[in-house]
């Protein structure tokens, strides 16, 4: 007894509506929870973010995929289960007034509605009763008739199906979350459990992941990911699993006949797109189709949506010029592929070059930040008057060309991030190739700008580099500097003085660039000189440049330099770029040259046969929301007793201001119904 | 029998004839869009433009004044066309472009207008003037009709760019904000009429306000009016009906929340005898809520059908999804608190304004503070 009891008291609490309020409540909160810490990211990220203390902890509580979590999934359990007995509980009461007309009410309790009112009427009850009726009709009310002793009363009502929305609407919540529940990750979890599947780390050869970690054809519920390079072909997906990955196999391959990927000339991103050809293991049967952004395409079940691409091993062709002093003075052809690494450990070297990623252009506003002139504020309005066509601030959007990302790394295992471009950008009015660094994956890059010759070409740089960074050649450079700068009258000591301090200029630039000279000035020169001094030694590295560079080209066997004006401004882009180079971090510089760009598509694959359960859940829901909101139910109560007196009670299920308005509308329509002027 | 006719006459025999000129306008301008337009539209852009008469015609017919508000958006859209002739440049180069209905300059003086229309509004309530108020009224239809204008020749104006960047104009934070400020104008309007009272529309235009100051920070600090093309994502017909579907639920949130504070301080006894009873105010908060919730119910489904398109999976708690899916509850829970016996009062008026919290959040908090997949311009 005691027992029945309390399983009526929980049936009570669940559904009850404060237990729903509180409930929805809840679920708000927690899903707040999983929007607060990012969710899904790999294990790594989250141990950096919260520390090795917390990240277990957090682990536990599964914070990283809450909506799958177990509380997670029970609050939702309680909600599916409220519902249900909310709506058990109601079933009955319900369709009991759906169907009745309480044409039983008794006149005590007709007068204690809030809208009611009493009047008298004229007509004898039989011909009240016709029209009443008619009126009822003409309204929209459906009607049941009682006589009884002191009078007939007419019990109407309208608009009973607002009910209908509430079983529609509420069961379509059981439905949903029953439907969400088939496509989420829980039938997954169920094989792991019982089919013994394990996840694998995602880093070795598709054919060495054991069966375990297999997903067969058979599997009627998943999401993953194919990832197939242009010309090849796969017929499995990856499916991210905690922190691991599972292999589901596909009933059929495709294959990537072409990437398609196209831009705005803002750059922004306008088409992704793969041309695919799908054949079904099964069948041999095949298909030709292209797969769009929006536009999914369904085989054997499975839906496939374009989700990303990649690189897919793009081949790059390099030039490796060495920065070293006394390197090599050729630059070396090499070829590397994206996403690949690749050792490097000829010539003294012993680096790996792991290339990363491949971009075919890259757009970038080329558009001089002009300060902006103070115009006054009408003026200002008036910029932002017109179409919203045109930006109130110039934009030259420019390709830039091919550039390349990859990391450096030597033998400690220590690795520095590069960004080269393959063709020279112009900035400041002249041509450079850009390179830049960074010491960590979060930090912008540095760039160094490799000046462009006469030729537009970066070949003189490294050339007046070599030279001037060789000590062998510092006196050579210093006497030849000293003989151009001084005339020939001058004294030997002031000549020997003069070739003295090149030399050991040229040294200090050679070991530390503007550094070392900038600390040789701090400590040997009184402070009101320094600026002095400093135009000196800079007067004397773009001389000694200018020498340098004669003297590469005569190495070279090149024809004598012809003056020129363009050349003083190579030769100070000179000095900074070889200043930047001995902060470069890496001793060789790679020039992109050329590629082969590979294009790869990842296509999510997904069956779920959840989703026609969750659209015919959605489709009740707004019916049953729309149902229960608009439609409203009314009783009307019209009693006309034979003494001449008459009752008018309306009720309706939800408490609004119409309701009033309604009421005295119908009672004013019935007391002129059963008072007719005498004369119509 | 004249009276008892009234509400079971088939609708159409209620239709007066500037309803029928109205409906047939519609019609007409829908098949001239079609005949026009329709080689930039696919099959669904087609079905949800013939589905927008019968729309737009119950709009009118329920809502009389709406027919003239759209019949001058589109006649003043119609003039900005005409005068661009097919030429961006001659933005610059016509007055009346230049000064009053190219889109950019029409969005400023919805922006001007709506700002009068709140002083105007707040002027009725400290004065009592019902003058004020009426002038609150008229001008916040104009800033409406602006608006409207604006996005309509927005519209326009992205095509001109280009056909390829050519969409309608709902697709980034600034175009969705303009959309706000009209849809939640508009349903104080329509509110408006419905109860006979403009003494709301100090508290309403005051959150419109705040979203069209919004908006003019983001043009002048950010420059955001530029249009910008689509990316892939949201090159879809579902942009159509999934975003105003949104906004007509924000709207409505938004006004629940605003009519809430006059009812919280009508309870109070705080301006009681100027504002419209407590039930008036309730009743007004419940019918928002009731709108908002049905829309936005449609919304984040209609949100579902076109992430199952675009990314493979009807719901991936995404956090913009999550965020309304939190609205969503929210609002939920109101009507059943408004159900419970107990809970209601002023209640429901707190309960009300943290809504707006909770829906501000979804619309720019998540924008600014978290990342996902949405991708309508991060602050
Ligand atoms: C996500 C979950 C839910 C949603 C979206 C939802 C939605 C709604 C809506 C829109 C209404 C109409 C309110 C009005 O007319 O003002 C309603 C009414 C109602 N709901 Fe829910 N509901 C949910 C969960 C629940 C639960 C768990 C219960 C049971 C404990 C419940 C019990 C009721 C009842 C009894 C009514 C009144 C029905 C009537 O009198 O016609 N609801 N619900």
């Given at each position: 007894m005691r027992h029945r009891s309390t399983l009526r008291a929980i049936y009570e609490l669940l559904s009850s509506m404060r237990f729903a309020i509180s409930l929805l409540t809840l679920l708000g909160v927690a899903s707040i929870i999983g929007t607060v810490v990012k969710q899904n990211e790999p294990y790594n990220n989250y141990l950096n973010q919260f520390g090795p203390f917390w990240f277990p902890v957090f682990e536990k509580l599964g914070l990283y995929s809450v909506y799958n979590s177990f509380w997670f999934l029970t609050?939702?359990?309680?909600?599916?289960?409220?519902?249900?007995?909310?709506?058990?509980?109601?079933?009955?009461?319900?369709?009991?007034?759906?169907?009745?007309?309480?044409?039983?009410?008794?006149?005590?309790?007709?007068?204690?509605?809030?809208?009611?009112?009493?009047?008298?009427?004229?007509?004898?009850?039989?011909?009240?009763?016709?029209?009443?009726?008619?009126?009822?009709?003409?309204?929209?009310?459906?009607?049941?008739?009682?006589?009884?002793?002191?009078?007939?009363?007419?019990?109407?009502?309208?608009?009973?199906?607002?009910?209908?929305?509430?079983?529609?609407?509420?069961g379509a919540i059981v439905l949903i979350c029953l439907g969400g529940l088939l496509d989420g990750n829980l039938p997954l979890k169920i094989q792991m459990a019982l089919g013994g599947k394990q996840v694998t780390t995602g880093n070795q050869l598709i054919s060495r992941i054991p069966d375990t970690s297999r997903l067969g054809v058979d599997n009627w519920s998943f999401r993953g990911n194919v990832f197939i390079p242009e010309g090849k072909s796969a017929n499995t997906a990856v499916l991210n699993v905690q922190d691991g990955i599972l292999l589901q196999d596909l009933p059929f391959t495709v294959s990537l006949r072409k990437f398609h990927l196209e831009h705005y000339e803002s750059g922004m991103p306008k088409r992704f797109a793969s041309d695919i050809i799908i054949t079904e293991n099964a069948t041999g049967k095949s298909v030709e189709k292209t797969i769009e952004v929006n536009k999914p395409f369904e085989f054997a079940g499975v839906m496939m949506y374009q989700a990303s691409f990649e690189d897919?091993?793009?081949?790059?062709?390099?030039?490796?010029?060495?920065?070293?002093s006394g390197g090599a003075p050729r630059p070396l052809a090499t070829e590397a592929v994206v996403g690949e690494a690749m050792a490097l450990k000829t010539a003294g070297f012993d680096y790996t070059l792991e290339l990363g990623s491949f971009r075919a252009f890259n757009i970038e506003n080329m558009a001089a930040?002009?300060?902006?002139?103070?115009?006054?504020?009408?003026?200002?309005?008036?910029?932002?008057?017109?179409?919203?066509?045109?930006?109130?601030?110039?934009?030259?959007m420019q390709n830039v060309g091919p550039s390349i990302q990859f990391k450096l790394r030597d033998s400690a295992g220590q690795a520095r991030e590069y960004q080269n471009f393959m063709q020279p950008i112009r900035q400041d009015g002249a041509w450079y190739l850009l390179t830049g660094m960074r010491d960590s994956p979060s930090a912008p890059f540095r760039f160094m700008r490799i000046p462009m010759d006469d030729d537009g070409r970066p070949d003189s740089w490294f050339a007046i580099r070599r030279v001037m960074l060789d000590p062998t050649r510092h006196p050579d450079i210093a006497r030849r500097f000293t003989a151009t700068a001084l005339g020939a009258d001058t004294s030997p000591d002031v000549r020997a003085r003069m070739q003295e301090t090149t030399a050991s200029t040229l040294e200090l630039f050679a070991r530390?660039?503007?550094e070392s000279l900038g600390k040789f000035i701090e400590n040997t020169i009184p402070e009101t000189e320094r600026d002095k001094a400093a135009d000196v030694f800079i007067k004397i590295l773009e001389g000694s440049a200018w020498e340098a560079w004669k003297m590469a080209r005569a190495d070279a066997g090149l024809p004598a330099l012809v003056p020129a004006a363009q050349h003083s401004r190579l030769l100070r882009d000179t000095l900074n770029a070889t200043n930047d180079s001995l902060h470069y971090g890496a001793p060789v510089y790679f020039q992109p040259v050329g590629f082969d760009e590979v294009r790869a598509t990842v296509l999510q694959v997904t069956r779920s046969p959840g989703k026609p359960i969750v659209y015919l859940g959605s489709l009740l829901l707004v019916l049953g929301v729309f149902a229960m909101l608009y439609v409203r139910e009314r009783r009307l109560f019209v009693l006309i007793k034979d003494t001449g007196e008459a009752l008018v009670a309306l009720s309706s299920n939800r408490k609004s201001m119409d309701v009033e308005e309604r009421f005295r509308r119908h009672r004013d329509d019935l007391t002129t119904l059963l008072n007719p002027s005498p004369r119509s | 029998m004249e009276i008892a006719q009234k509400e079971s006459s088939p609708l159409?025999?209620?239709?007066?004839?500037?309803?029928?000129?109205?409906?047939?306008?519609?019609?007409?301008?829908?098949?001239?869009?079609?005949?026009?337009?329709?080689?930039?539209?696919?099959?669904?852009?087609?079905?949800?433009?013939?589905?927008?008469?019968?729309?737009?015609?119950?709009?009118?017919?329920?809502?009389?004044?709406?027919?003239?508000?759209?019949?001058?958006?589109?006649?003043?859209?119609?003039?900005?066309?005409?005068?661009?002739?097919?030429?961006?440049?001659?933005?610059?180069?016509?007055?009346f472009l230049k000064y009053l209905i190219s889109s950019q300059t029409a969005i400023m003086w919805m922006s001007a207008l709506f700002f009068i229309a709140t002083g105007a509004f707040c002027l009725g309530l400290a004065a009592r003037s019902d003058f004020a108020d009426a002038t609150g009224s008229a001008l916040t239809w104009c800033a409406v009709t602006m608006g409207t204008t604006g996005l309509m020749v927005r519209w326009y104006e992205s095509y001109l760019i280009g056909a390829d960047v050519g969409h309608i104009p709902l697709s980034n934070l600034y175009e969705v904000f303009v959309l706000f400020a009209l849809m939640t104008g508009l349903l104080y309007l329509y509110y408006e009429g419905r109860y006979a009272t403009r003494r709301m529309g100090a508290f309403v235009l005051l959150v419109i306000s705040a979203a069209v100051a919004f908006l003019l920070w983001y043009t002048f600090s950010r420059e955001a009016q530029e249009i910008q093309p689509l990316i892939p994502a949201l090159q879809s017909y579902w942009m159509k009906v999934h975003v105003p579907a949104n906004f007509i639920g924000y709207g409505a949130f938004a006004l629940a929340a605003m009519v809430g504070v006059a009812d919280l301080l009508v309870r109070k006894g705080i301006l009681a005898n100027r504002l419209p009873p407590a039930e008036?105010?309730?009743?007004?908060?419940?019918?928002?809520?009731?709108?908002?919730?049905?829309?936005?119910?449609?919304a984040t489904i209609l949100g579902a059908l076109w992430a199952a398109e675009a990314w493979g999976t009807y719901w991936q708690w995404d956090p913009k999804e999550t965020w309304a899916f939190i609205v969503w509850l929210n609002y939920a829970t109101w009507l059943h608190i408004r159900l419970t016996k107990g809970l209601r009062g002023p209640m429901l008026a707190w309960w009300a304004i943290a809504g707006l919290v909770v829906t501000a959040f979804a619309f720019v908090g998540v924008n600014m503070f978290l990342s996902g997949l949405h991708s309508y311009g991060s602050l």
């Open positions: 609050i939702l359990g309680f909600l599916v289960l409220s519902t249900s007995a909310c709506i058990l509980r109601q079933t009955r009461p319900m369709l009991r007034d759906m169907r009745g007309f309480r044409e039983h009410a008794r006149e005590a309790s007709l007068s204690s509605f809030a809208h009611h009112a009493r009047f008298a009427h004229s007509l004898p009850v039989a011909q009240a009763k016709e029209a009443v009726e008619a009126y009822l009709r003409n309204n929209g009310f459906s009607t049941r008739i009682n006589g009884r002793e002191d009078g007939i009363l007419l019990a109407a009502k309208q608009g009973s199906w607002t009910r209908i929305g509430y079983f529609l609407a509420h897919g091993g793009s081949r790059l062709h390099l030039l490796g010029h060495d920065l070293r930040d002009k300060p902006e002139a103070d115009t006054g504020n009408f003026a200002r309005l008036e910029k932002h008057l017109g179409s919203g066509a045109r930006s109130p601030t110039a934009k030259d530390g660039g503007f | 159409l025999r209620r239709l007066s004839p500037g309803d029928w000129l109205y409906a047939l306008a519609l019609a007409g301008g829908a098949l001239f869009a079609l005949r026009q337009y329709g080689g930039f539209m696919d099959v669904y852009d087609k079905a949800i433009l013939l589905f927008t008469v019968p729309g737009l015609a119950a709009m009118g017919f329920a809502w009389k004044p709406f027919r003239a508000f759209l019949a001058a958006s589109t006649a003043l859209a119609l003039v900005s066309i005409a005068l661009y002739q097919g030429d961006l440049a001659r933005a610059e180069q016509v007055f008036v105010l309730d009743d007004v908060m419940y019918k928002a809520i009731a709108i908002g919730f049905a829309f936005f119910t449609i």
